[in-house]
């Protein structure tokens, strides 16, 4: 049974560019959401996807966008990069019928660095 | 705003002693409470999650739910120095869906 899976695992970047992160979630899972970890941090959610629709969203800005496949696999892209934008990206996925008994599992992150 | 509060540690305790865990909430209507370990420089690994007050125990590992009290706890026995890690608390809120607010977690650290 595979786990969250998750890519590139480490990327460097320059400000400004773009950057796509990829997801696929645990077998099973039909929602996706998005983490962005900085150092010393705890995970901060930044949107999830279920049915291919953004569901909810925390409190990050347009740069960053999302889309959710018919597969339920997910990509997460961050546009205009800054360099606080460095950060580990995690990807969590659960069944949304669970209810009250679900389990969140995260992928391995995405490790950025803005330069 | 809603919040999940942690001591920052970090927490020594001696290895086979009881390390106890301690995290508080703002948000009243939070339905399920997880417990997250974090080595350094790896993602958040789950523990355990609760959703009904008292004790869920699994293994050396035991939460704690007190809703009315807006707090959770994680009891670790006989703690081996591999446990020493970042123990993250988070809350899904009042929403029902799925997401986590977490606290900045607790560092743990148990010397052999």
């Known amino acids: 049974d595979a786990g969250v899976t998750q890519s590139p695992t480490h990327l460097i970047k320059t400000r400004g560019q773009q950057v796509t992160l990829r997801c696929s979630p645990k077998s099973g899972h039909d929602t996706v959401s998005w983490y962005q970890q900085a150092l010393g941090q705890g995970p901060q959610f930044i949107f999830q996807?279920?049915?291919?629709?953004?569901?909810q969203r925390g409190n990050f800005p347009d740069r960053f966008s999302g889309h959710q496949f018919p597969n339920y696999s997910s990509e997460l892209n961050v546009n205009a990069l800054l360099l606080g934008d460095s950060a580990l990206y995690l990807c969590?996925?659960?069944?949304?019928?669970?209810?009250?008994?679900?389990?969140?599992?995260f992928g391995e992150g995405s490790w950025l660095t803005v330069v | 705003q809603k919040e999940v509060e942690q001591n920052s540690g970090p927490l020594s305790v001696p290895e086979g002693a009881i390390a106890s865990l301690n995290c508080t909430y703002s948000d009243r209507g939070s339905q399920s409470f997880f417990w997250y370990r974090q080595y350094s420089g790896k993602s958040p690994e789950l523990i355990m999650f609760?959703?009904?007050?008292g004790d869920k125990e699994d293994g050396r590992f035991t939460a704690q739910l007190n809703k009315a009290s807006q707090y959770v706890s994680l009891l670790i026995r006989d703690s081996q120095p591999s446990d020493s890690a970042t123990y993250l608390c988070a809350v899904i809120g009042s929403s029902g869906y799925s997401t986590l607010t977490f606290g900045k977690g607790t560092m743990l650290l148990v010397s052999p």
């Open positions: 969590a996925s659960s069944w949304e019928r669970a209810g009250s008994g679900n389990t969140i599992y």
């Open positions: 996807y279920y049915e291919e629709e953004e569901r």
């Open positions: 609760i959703y009904s007050n």
